[in-house]
């Protein structure tokens, strides 16, 4: 089965986000979404938060009661070789977008109620860096929705790189 995105989520600002149909992911992030801290999230260089369905039901088999959206992410993923992500790799999310890893994402205490006894750091990048969330830049913007395939590597000859797909602002 090939690597796709579960679910899309959004928020007003914090934890959980909430699961929509689409979201057009522009150079800031996806339309509906926003953080309630910029100075720690948000940005061009966070634009995007990924985070593995797979780990999700890992956690909930060791008790945490987290579930889609509750870590914060923007897409939950399902698939993806995880524990084989490096900085500067891309990700092409169905036919138009594609992201780029920035950064592993430092959990904050907005997110302890998700993790039995509020022991968020379990998946601090330095403790268990294949087992954490992921930042993206957004190389080529556009709408992602549940069942999107994830393909690796450069993106495909399809995707016009020169071209931006309008959309709302975010």
């Known amino acids: 089965m090939p690597a796709r995105v579960l679910q899309v989520n959004v928020s007003n600002g914090g934890v959980p986000k909430r699961a929509v149909p689409e979201a057009f992911v522009g150079r800031e992030g996806l339309a509906g979404d926003a953080v309630n801290h910029p100075k720690v999230h948000g940005g061009p260089e966070r634009a995007v938060c990924l985070f593995p369905v797979e780990l999700i039901q890992t956690l909930q088999d060791e008790g945490h009661p987290i579930f889609p959206g509750a870590v914060g992410e923007n897409l939950t993923v399902a698939g993806v070789a995880w524990g084989d992500l490096e900085i500067g790799d891309t990700l092409a999310v169905g036919d138009r977008v594609v992201l780029q890893l920035a950064s592993r994402v430092e959990p904050c205490n907005t997110i302890k109620a998700y993790f039995a006894d509020g022991n968020f750091k379990r998946i601090k ?5 294949g087992e954490t969330r992921w930042y993206a830049r957004v ?3 556009g709408t992602v929705r549940p069942g999107d395939e994830i393909r690796g ?11 931006e797909e309008e959309g709302p602002t975010r």
Request: no cysteine.
């Open 153 to 163: 590597g450069d993106p495909p000859a399809t995707i016009a790189p020169a071209r």
């Open 125 to 129: 990048p330095d403790r268990a860096p």
């Open 139 to 141: 190389l080529h913007e």
